[in-house]
């Protein structure tokens, strides 16, 4: 199998930017219209807790997880095609993922996080206004600086949640898919290019299982973040790749088991996961 069929695809990560930074610049457009630089920001604060910005927040992830969600179903159906597991992996495919738990966990973490958007660049703008003040700025110049510096922080923003987001909720509904089938474990798969982490480096083409995610920073002795699985890092590029087939990787092979990685025979793989199909 192509190891990058399980790869996210970047339009989804684009499309969602670019609909968060949407539901921003409509906010700026409203900050303009305010007479002064407080009332500009007590304007953000109100707009940071409207139903409005609420159900915007709501139909952008819910968007993004249906995309990231119906885009699996063609990686998916393409690994069946190539394996033998056709039938389990139809059924997971069919099994509606929209009613399930995670997926709306997805959109519920989704749209906190884009309603945090204007929260935090309201404490941004509220520090920075005072300072403006203490400095002796005109209400116009510390006006024209507040807007500026919320399309910083705001755009800053909106790239990492896309970004991070977009990955974790790819690795979430792909781990519900392969659970489903019984394939309990995945390659981690990096973007491959000169700025993957190298904590993230040593993980790439290593087998992880669903119920043992590492601490990738830890095992070459970094700051340890905490143990994770592919693409669930902030702005982790990672993928997870589900093992399907014994024969989808080489053998030997770099397995992640009790806080260690060790190169594996097929044999001896097949003895940890019970000796059966995967």
Not at 5 to 29: D, H, L, Q
Not at 232 to 260: I, M, Q, S, T
């Amino acid at each position: 199998m192509n190891k990058e069929k399980f790869k996210p695809r970047r339009i989804i990560e684009k499309r969602y930017r670019a609909t968060i930074k949407g539901i921003v610049k409509r906010m700026r457009r409203k900050l303009e219209t305010a007479s002064t630089p407080t009332q500009a920001v007590t304007m953000l604060r109100e707009l940071a807790r409207s139903p409005t910005m609420d159900a915007a927040a709501r139909m952008a992830a819910m968007a993004m997880a249906t995309q990231v969600m119906q885009n699996g179903y063609r990686t998916w159906r393409e690994a069946a095609a190539a394996g033998s597991k056709g039938t389990e992996i139809y059924y997971a495919l069919v099994k509606d993922l929209n009613k399930t738990k995670v997926f709306q966990e997805i959109i519920d973490r989704n749209a906190e996080l884009i309603k945090s958007v204007p929260a935090d660049a309201t404490k941004a703008l509220s520090k920075a206004m005072a300072e403006g003040y203490e400095a002796g700025m005109r209400p116009e110049d510390l006006k024209a600086d507040i807007l500026e510096r919320f399309s910083d922080v705001t755009e800053a923003r909106a790239r990492l949640i896309a970004r991070t987001e977009t990955a974790k909720a790819a690795t979430a509904l792909n781990r519900v898919r392969a659970q489903r089938i019984g394939a309990e474990w995945y390659v981690w798969r990096t973007s491959d290019d000169a700025r993957v982490r190298s904590s993230h480096e040593h993980m790439d083409g290593v087998l992880v299982n669903w119920n043992d995610p590492p601490s990738p920073e830890k095992l070459i002795g970094m700051k340890d973040y905490g143990a994770y699985h592919a693409g669930e890092f902030p702005n982790c590029r990672c993928y997870a790749e589900p093992l399907l087939e014994y024969g989808d990787v080489k053998w030997p092979h770099k397995v992640y088991r009790n806080g260690r990685i060790t190169s594996m025979t097929l044999a001896s793989f097949k003895k940890i996961t019970g000796g059966g199909a995967i």
